[in-house]
């Protein structure tokens, strides 16, 4: 389901993206839930479509998100 605003995502998320990767997150999910509805693996779909967004501006750095250069 879409989130509202970033403080509704997964506690997960919260605790180890920036903020900023936390707003593409939330932004490119809920873009992709709302284009792939009536898919049945739209969570899924959106989960993988979020990620990708957010591994577009930002690197994992040992245990820290870190934006690309």
Known sequence: MP???IE???ETLRDRLPVHA????LAA??????????EPEVEATAHRIAWAAVKRRYR???D??????
């Open 8 to 10: 509704d995502l997964p």
């Open 64 to 69: 820290v998100w870190v934006p690309r250069t």
């Open 29 to 38: 999910f809920n873009a992709a839930w709302r284009q792939h509805a009536r």
């Open 22 to 25: 936390q707003e593409i997150f």
């Open 3 to 5: 989130w509202a605003s």
């Open 60 to 62: 994992k750095s040992g």
